[in-house]
C-alpha cells in the first residue's frame, strides 16, 4: 500500500488510520486494501495504455463489488472466469460490453448467462467449445464477440504451476500443428460467431519481457496467415496478464507505462514486418494492479525458538488465507507494525494454526528478538490470489477485507461467521 506510515508511536498508519484501531475494530487476521492505491495503480495501467488499447482487470486476483465500482470509475475493463465472478461484476454496476469471459471449461449454463447478458467477449479455449458458443448464441438469436486463445510455446521463467504457454497444459489451443489454424478456419464458418482477435496469456509474476516478445511474434504470426487464407485482418489481440510485482525488495517490477510501451511497440514492429494494420491491443493485470495495495495483519499469537534453527513465529491465520506460500513457495516479507523495537532481529518462519507442517506464510524473515504475543505484524503485498484463493480448511472463517481511503475504513467483504458455515452443513 502506498498510503503507509508510522504515526509518532511506532504504530503503522495505512490510509491515515493506525492498525491497532484496524484491529480492533475488524479483528484479525484481516486483509486491509488501500483504495487510493488500487485506483491510482488502475489508473497507472489505464493511462499508459491509452485509448488504443483496453485493460481488463484479472478478477480472479481478487474480485468484490467495491472492486469492481473502482474500476469502472477508473475505466478499465474487466476478465472474469465464472459465471459467479460474472454475476459479481454486473451486480455490480459493470456494463456488460466491457467483460471477458475466460476458462477452460465453461459450463452451457455460464455460456448462455454471459451470451444473454451481451458480455464484450467470449475467449475460446477449446474446439467443443467454439461449436458450443457457435451454437448457444445462435438458438438466442445473437452473434458473439469471440477471441480464440492459443499456446504459442514459450516457456515463461516462472513457477511451473503459473506458466501457460508451453504446449503441454489444459490452457489453449496450441499454435503448433496448425490447430490453431484450424480453430480459426472452423470460428470464421460459424455464424454464431464474430471472431474478433487471438489471445495469449504466457503466465504470472513474470519480470521478462522476452516471453511476451515471442507470444506477440507468433500471434502476429497467426494474424498474418488468417489475412493470407481468409483474407480477414482481425482487428484485435490480447496479451493477457501475468506482470509480476515486489514480494520482497529483491523483486524489481517494471512501471506500467515502460510495459505498455514496450508491448506496443513489439506489436506494432511485427506488424509492420508482416504487412499488417495494428491490432487494437488488450492485456488483463491482475497481480500488478490488486497485488500490492493489500497487507495481512496478524496477531502474534506463540513464539517457540528453536536453538540452532530460527524461531516459529504463529499467527492466527495461515494457508487459509494464504496459500501462496504453500503452493507456490511464494516469497513474502513481515513486519511488526503495532511498535516499534530497538532489540536484535532474529531468524524467524511465520506460520499459520493449521494442521500441517507446510502451513508457512512466510519461510524466512527477520522480527524483533523481544517480539511477543499479542504483537501485530503485517505481510505486504497480499491483494492478488490470497482473499481469493482463500478456504475453509480446519473450518477457519475466512478473513474480511477492510478498505481504508483518506482517514476511513469500511468492510467490503465481511468476515465469514460461525454462522455462515453451519448454514452450509445441513446433514
Ligand atoms: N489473464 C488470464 C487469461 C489469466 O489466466 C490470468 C491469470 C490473468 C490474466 C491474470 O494474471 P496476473 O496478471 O494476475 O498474473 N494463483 C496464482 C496465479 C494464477 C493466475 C491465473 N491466471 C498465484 O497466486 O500466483
Given at each position: ?17 493506525p ?17 487510493a ?5 488502475a ?11 483496453d485493460?481488463?482487470y ?27 465472478e ?18 477452460n471449461?465453461?459450463?452451457v ?13 467470449i ?41 501457460t ?14 490447430q490453431a ?5 472452423r470460428?470464421?464458418?460459424l ?7 487471438i ?14 516478445e ?32 515486489a ?15 514496450a ?10 514486418s ?30 517457540k ?10 499467527v492466527?491465520g495461515?494457508?487459509?488465507d ?5 503452493l ?32 508457512i ?12 504475543p ?7 503485498a ?9 478456504s475453509?480448511?480446519?473450518?477457519a472463517l475466512?478473513p ?10 469500511r ?14 452443513d445441513?446433514?
Amino acid at each position: 500500500a502506498q498510503t503507509v506510515s508510522r504515526d509518532g508511536d511506532g504504530v503503522v498508519t495505512v490510509g491515515g488510520i493506525p492498525v491497532t484501531r484496524l484491529a480492533e475494530e475488524y479483528g484479525t487476521p484481516a486483509y486491509v486494501l488501500d483504495e487510493a492505491d488500487f485506483r491510482a495503480r488502475a489508473r497507472a495501467w489505464r493511462g499508459a495504455f491509452g485509448t488504443d488499447a483496453d485493460v481488463f482487470y484479472a478478477g480472479k486476483a481478487f474480485l468484490s463489488r467495491a472492486v469492481v465500482r473502482w474500476l469502472h470509475d477508473e475505466g478499465l475493463n474487466l476478465d472474469v472466469c465464472s459465471g459467479t465472478e460474472l454475476v459479481t461484476a454486473l451486480s455490480a454496476g459493470m456494463p456488460a460490453d466491457r467483460i471477458a469471459f475466460h476458462g477452460n471449461n465453461k459450463s452451457v449454463a455460464e455460456i448462455e448467462r454471459a451470451v444473454e447478458a451481451g458480455v464484450g467477449r467470449i475467449v475460446l479455449d477449446s474446439f467443443q467449445e467454439i461449436v458450443r458458443v457457435a451454437h448457444i448464441a445462435q438458438s438466442l438469436g445473437k452473434r458473439q464477440r469471440v477471441q480464440i486463445r492459443i499456446t504459442v510455446g514459450v516457456e515463461a521463467h516462472t513457477h511451473e504451476f503459473i506458466a501457460t504457454a508451453h504446449e503441454d497444459q489444459k490452457f489453449g489451443i496450441p499454435l503448433a500443428g496448425g490447430q490453431a489454424a484450424e480453430a480459426v478456419r472452423r470460428a470464421l464458418q460459424l455464424d454464431g460467431l464474430e471472431l474478433i482477435g487471438i489471445h495469449s496469456h504466457i503466465g504470472s509474476q513474470i519480470f521478462d519481457m522476452s516471453g511476451f516478445e515471442v507470444a506477440a511474434h507468433r500471434v502476429v504470426g497467426l494474424l498474418r496467415d488468417i489475412r493470407d487464407e481468409h483474407g480477414v485482418e482481425l482487428p484485435e489481440i490480447d496479451l493477457g496478464g501475468g506482470l509480476g510485482i515486489a514480494y520482497t525488495s529483491a523483486d524489481d517490477p517494471r512501471e506500467p507505462h515502460e510495459i505498455a510501451k514496450a508491448l506496443t511497440e513489439i506489436v506494432t514492429r511485427e506488424c509492420e514486418s508482416a504487412r499488417l494494420r495494428t491490432p487494437r491491443i488488450s492485456v488483463e493485470p491482475g497481480r500488478a494492479i490488486v497485488g500490492p495495495t493489500a497487507f495481512t495483519l496478524y496477531e502474534v499469537g506463540t513464539i517457540k525458538p528453536l536453538d540452532g534453527l530460527r524461531t516459529y513465529v504463529s499467527v492466527d491465520g495461515g494457508m487459509s488465507d494464504n496459500i501462496r506460500t504453500a503452493l507456490y513457495d511464494a516469497e513474502y516479507s513481515v513486519a511488526l507494525v503495532s511498535r516499534t523495537s530497538d532489540a536484535e532481529p532474529m531468524l524467524v518462519r511465520v506460520v499459520g494454526k493449521h494442521c500441517e507442517s507446510g502451513d508457512i506464510v512466510v519461510k524466512d524473515a527477520f522480527l524483533p528478538a523481544d517480539l511477543a504475543p499479542g504483537d501485530l505484524i503485517a505481510v505486504p503485498a497480499t491483494g492478488a490470489y490470497c482473499r481469493s484463493m482463500a478456504s475453509n480448511y480446519n473450518h477457519a472463517l475466512r478473513p474480511p477485507v477492510v478498505a481504508v481511503h483518506e482517514g476511513k475504513a469500511r468492510v467490503i467483504v465481511r468476515r465469514e461467521t460461525e454462522d455462515d458455515l453451519l448454514r452450509l452443513d445441513v446433514g
